[in-house]
């Protein structure tokens, strides 16, 4: 099998689809591997680390996925790129909700097949694959760091020749896999940290961290199909956004991550809420993305609402791109392996876990 990883152009993308380590297995196991030049740069892989595991270096975009059969690309490709992919090959990627449709469906139309990443089942036997854990984890651990470094305070208590300071209080709004490797951080930075999610089960993990558990008493579990949260009624919607506002007044920073899947974030800290925040404390919303858990959230911005600061921060993962890399690498040359038969590409549409990645035609138009 001949696989293709171009180099990404998309803006703030600095990962790489598959890193040295990947590509040495898949020659080991018999495909032939072509990077682009300076594909894996950003991420702090350069050419060479590819060489040494065998891969073939090309020139540019054309070169690199001429006659591939699985093109590897983190974001799609760019509308004029299109053409240079083979017709009857495939291409997988993180492909995002709603992002460049226009793209796939010329990819559609011209016969190539497309995995999106972000479908993977979530279940056990899909979790080495799953690339929206192993991304989450990423900018978990960045919102922490992006909110400590936006606050005028220090997190750890201190206890110094000038004085004790006391520690910062961190607040986190979903405990999925964002939200607790969020947790994870903060502690390790030696915040005072609480967390707060709908489904009941997270509050185990919110304490299995060293973390309090905000309790609102919703009148029941919101936990839905597959460990999911559901969407709220109006009357625990309001709630959740009293018990949030009482609790975050006290708090320094808050790191929100709190969604619904195929649906808008919901929301959480209302503007009452923020305003009744102290001056200097830091919101940091990982749910930017798909609306935000705030209602002054702006995506890819820094609002500024009477001095607390709401940071909407986007493509978090790609500012840890080393490792974000070796994750999503990993996670795809699990899914390689998975639709790898005698050596050629299968990807069986009724494959419990390809059948669910498979962009099929009626998304694209
Ligand atoms: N392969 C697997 O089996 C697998 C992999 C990853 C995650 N999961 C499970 O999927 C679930 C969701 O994980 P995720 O990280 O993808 O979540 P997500 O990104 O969809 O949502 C983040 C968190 O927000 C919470 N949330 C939603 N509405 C909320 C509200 N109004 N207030 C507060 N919190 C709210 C959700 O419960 C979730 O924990 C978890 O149970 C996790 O264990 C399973």
Same mark, same amino acid.
């Given at each position: &099998?001949?696989?293709? @990883?171009?180099?990404?152009?998309?803006?703030?993308?600095? $990962?790489?689809?598959?890193?040295?380590?990947?590509?040495?297995?898949?020659i080991?196991?018999?495909?032939? @591997?072509t990077?682009?030049?300076?594909?894996?740069?950003? *991420?702090g892989?350069p050419?060479?680390?590819?060489t040494?595991?065998?891969?073939?270096?090309?020139?540019d975009?054309?070169?690199?996925?001429?006659g *591939?059969?699985?093109?590897c690309?983190?974001?799609?490709?760019?509308?004029?790129e299109?053409?240079a992919?083979?017709?009857g090959?495939?291409?997988?990627?993180?492909?995002q909700?709603g992002?460049?449709?226009?793209v796939?469906?010329?990819?559609?139309?011209?016969?190539?097949?497309?995995?999106?990443?972000?479908?993977?089942?979530? !279940?056990? $036997?899909?979790?080495?694959?799953?690339?929206?854990?192993? =991304?989450?984890?990423?900018?978990?651990?960045?919102?922490?760091?992006?909110? *400590?470094?936006?606050?005028?305070? &220090?997190?750890?208590?201190?206890t110094?020749?000038?004085?004790?300071?006391?520690?910062?209080?961190?607040?986190?709004?979903?405990?999925?896999v964002?939200?607790?490797?969020?947790?994870?951080?903060?502690?390790r930075?030696?915040?005072v940290?609480?967390?707060?999610?709908?489904?009941?089960?997270? =509050?185990?993990?919110?304490?299995?961290?060293?973390?309090?558990?905000?309790k609102i008493?919703?009148?029941?579990?919101?936990?839905?199909?597959g460990?999911y949260?559901?969407?709220?009624?109006?009357?625990q919607?309001?709630?959740?956004?009293?018990?949030?506002?009482k609790?975050?007044?006290?708090?320094?920073?808050?790191? +929100?991550?709190?969604?619904?899947?195929?649906?808008?974030?919901p929301?959480? !800290?209302?503007?009452?809420?923020? $305003?009744?925040?102290?001056?200097?404390?830091?919101? @940091?919303?990982?749910?930017?993305?798909?609306?935000?858990?705030?209602?002054?959230?702006?995506?890819?911005?820094?609002?500024?609402?009477?001095?607390?600061q709401?940071?909407?921060?986007?493509?978090?993962?790609s500012?840890?791109?080393?490792?974000?890399?070796?994750?999503?690498?990993?996670?795809?040359?699990?899914f390689?392996?998975?639709? +790898?038969?005698?050596?050629?590409?299968?990807?069986?549409?009724?494959?419990?876990?390809?059948?669910?990645?498979?962009?099929?035609?009626?998304?694209t138009?």
């Amino acid at each position: &099998m001949r696989i293709a @990883v171009p180099r990404e152009r998309a803006p703030r993308e600095s $990962r790489v689809a598959l890193v040295p380590e990947s590509v040495a297995k898949l020659i080991k196991s018999g495909s032939s @591997v072509t990077v682009e030049h300076d594909a894996g740069l950003a *991420a702090g892989f350069p050419d060479t680390q590819y060489t040494t595991a065998g891969a073939t270096i090309a020139a540019d975009f054309a070169a690199t996925v001429s006659g *591939a059969d699985l093109v590897c690309q983190v974001q799609p490709p760019e509308s004029h790129e299109v053409a240079a992919i083979p017709q009857g090959g495939a291409i997988v990627g993180y492909w995002q909700p709603g992002g460049a449709p226009e793209v796939l469906t010329a990819l559609g139309a011209r016969g190539v097949r497309m995995v999106a990443l972000e479908r993977v089942p979530r !279940i056990t $036997r899909a979790q080495s694959m799953d690339v929206l854990s192993s =991304q989450a984890t990423v900018a978990g651990y960045k919102a922490v760091l992006l909110g *400590a470094s936006a606050l005028p305070k &220090m997190l750890p208590m201190l206890t110094t020749a000038a004085g004790t300071l006391a520690p910062a209080k961190v607040f986190v709004i979903g405990a999925g896999v964002a939200g607790l490797q969020a947790i994870a951080t903060a502690k390790r930075l030696g915040a005072v940290v609480s967390g707060f999610d709908v489904r009941v089960a997270a =509050q185990e993990q919110i304490q299995s961290l060293g973390a309090t558990p905000l309790k609102i008493d919703l009148g029941g579990d919101a936990e839905g199909g597959g460990g999911y949260a559901k969407a709220q009624s109006d009357d625990q919607a309001r709630l959740t956004q009293e018990g949030i506002a009482k609790h975050i007044a006290g708090v320094d920073l808050v790191i +929100t991550t709190a969604a619904i899947p195929g649906k808008r974030a919901p929301i959480l !800290i209302t503007e009452n809420a923020v $305003r009744g925040m102290k001056t200097g404390s830091v919101i @940091v919303d990982l749910a930017a993305e798909t609306g935000g858990n705030c209602e002054f959230t702006k995506a890819g911005e820094t609002v500024d609402v009477g001095g607390v600061q709401v940071i909407g921060p986007l493509g978090l993962a790609s500012t840890a791109p080393f490792h974000a890399s070796q994750m999503l690498s990993r996670n795809i040359l699990t899914f390689i392996t998975h639709v +790898t038969k005698d050596n050629a590409l299968n990807l069986d549409a009724s494959d419990e876990i390809t059948g669910a990645m498979l962009v099929k035609p009626e998304v694209t138009r």
